[in-house]
């Protein structure tokens, strides 16, 4: 068998460790190896799958857990080569700790949600707003109204989903209501949810890394109302006039559903008390709150079983024999079904929590290969932070902004708590620009599937821009105390 060349041999050898091995201490710089460019590959790739989600139709939770797997085993591979052999373990064990508290914390805030649904919380307030013979106008700014308020608390998601039903079930077949009223809840969902930690992911990541108080996030309200109103002031001219029939609904809040309410309440402000006052770690407040409402929880549906949840029929009456019972009560529905907290548990957005936890390992290892030091020197070196700030606002509209967030929170770029504020608000509200740049957005195009579509969406996002730039100068002269 022929001997390799020596020379290709050091070829290899120097691209695949550019660099000496190295202290224990000291991370290698793996940017110009063969395993930096392999992974770069794979997370472009990766969320290319993730771009294209709507039309291949998988999951993006798919494509980026695969990814953070093959570019941990590269750096796990590459770091035993330079000798330091448990770094690398050592490193992203750190990051998956950092992705359990956001898990346990979502979950929990999730799994509130879930039950208010249940209990016809939503619904009951959807009734309300069809059945009160609003004119057009009116139900266009009172669902915008309500999705800036709502989502600070509920998620821009939900809030976005609940407000475009009031929408479509008002505005049935006028179609340029529908889109514009779309628009404006997306707007609205995604500026409330950029004041408040509870309101967006990427604002949850900024308060539990610790870079920002609770009450701090407030600075960020009339921006954000601002970054609304703008576009929404010329959105309201193309709405048009009329009032349409009032529709007869009627939605009963099932039993326990305020007190639900209350509780949500109580946690959010329990957890914020205690990560302010004793500075214990969010998800220890959401974890309580958790088990508050499953005690709860057992309560309900004690008292959904009291009120009669009989079967449709006697197993005689559809031809089952004695042993058939069985079967029957393990097929057949009760009229109502009884409270279960582990059926709101399960109705988790999984999908987006597992493609979380895809993006925190993707990118973290990006940057443990040394990819986001390069990149936060091109941005924040070479623009500046308030430029780079208002950059990446635009790439959350052409990439999800939860992985444009983490970037920035794994660079660490040295920054002034008004520069903090920027990027947070500009990662919130940046996605409005464009309909598949946030959560909210795909979500309404999917519900007003064939009306409120991309190019509807493209045709007011110089509307949407104004407001963008808007909100940036307010937050400037408004807070430049902070810079």
């Not at 005689?316 to 079904?337: N, Q, Y």
């Amino acid at each position: 068998m022929s001997r390799i060349p020596a020379t290709v041999t050091a070829a290899l050898a120097a691209l695949l460790l550019p660099l000496p091995a190295l202290a224990a201490t000291e991370a290698p710089d793996l940017t110009a190896s063969l395993y930096g460019y392999i992974a770069v590959a794979i997370f472009v790739l990766a969320y290319a799958l993730v771009v294209t989600e709507e039309f291949l139709h998988v999951r993006k939770s798919k494509p980026v857990m695969v990814a953070a797997g093959v570019i941990w085993i590269l750096i796990g591979i590459a770091y035993q080569q330079h000798g330091m052999g448990n770094a690398a373990g050592e490193a992203v064990r750190h990051m998956i700790l950092e992705f359990a508290e956001l898990l346990l914390f979502l979950i929990a805030a999730m799994t509130y949600i879930n039950t208010m649904d249940e209990r016809q919380v939503f619904n009951a307030l959807r009734a309300q707003l069809v059945s009160r013979g609003f004119s057009l106008q009116s139900i266009f700014w009172i669902t915008g109204l309500l999705a800036f308020f709502i989502s600070p608390v509920a998620d821009n998601l939900t809030t976005a989903l609940l407000m475009a039903a009031v929408l479509i079930t008002i505005g049935g077949d006028k179609m340029r209501f529908v889109v514009v009223g779309c628009i404006n809840i997306v707007v609205a969902a995604n500026a409330g949810g950029a004041f408040s930690p509870f309101g967006d992911i990427t604002t949850l990541m900024v308060w539990q890394k610790g870079i920002m108080e609770f009450r701090e996030f407030l600075a960020l309200f009339v921006p954000s109302a601002v970054n609304w109103l703008v576009p929404a002031i010329f959105l309201a001219m193309a709405v048009p006039k009329g009032k349409p029939d009032p529709l007869k609904e009627e939605v009963h809040i099932r039993h326990g559903g305020w007190v639900v309410v209350g509780l949500f309440l109580l946690t959010i402000a329990m957890t914020v008390i205690l990560h302010s006052f004793l500075h214990l770690p969010p998800v220890l407040g959401m974890m309580t709150g958790l088990g508050l409402l499953k005690v709860y929880g057992f309560f309900i549906r004690r008292a959904d079983l009291r009120e009669g949840e009989e079967p449709v029929s006697e197993p005689e009456e559809i031809g089952l024999s004695v042993d058939d019972r069985e079967t029957f009560h393990h097929h057949f529905k009760p009229r109502h079904r009884p409270f279960d907290i582990y059926t709101s548990l399960k109705r988790a957005e999984w999908d987006t929590l597992m493609f979380f936890y895809g993006v925190v390992l993707a990118v973290g290892g990006l940057g443990t290969l040394g990819y986001l030091a390069l990149v936060s020197e091109a941005m924040y070196g070479g623009l500046g932070a308030t430029w780079a700030n208002t950059l990446v606002g635009v790439l959350s509209a052409l990439v999800d902004n939860i992985p444009v967030m983490f970037a920035v929170l794994t660079m660490e770029p040295d920054m002034s708590q008004g520069q903090w504020l920027l990027v947070t608000l500009t990662a919130g509200v940046g996605g409005s620009l464009l309909s598949i740049g946030s959560a909210a957005g795909v979500a309404l195009m999917g519900q007003a599937r064939g009306i409120y579509t991309f190019f509807a969406h493209l045709k007011w996002s110089w509307a949407i821009a104004l407001g963008y730039a808007a909100s940036i100068q307010t937050h400037l002269w408004l807070n430049a105390d902070l810079f």
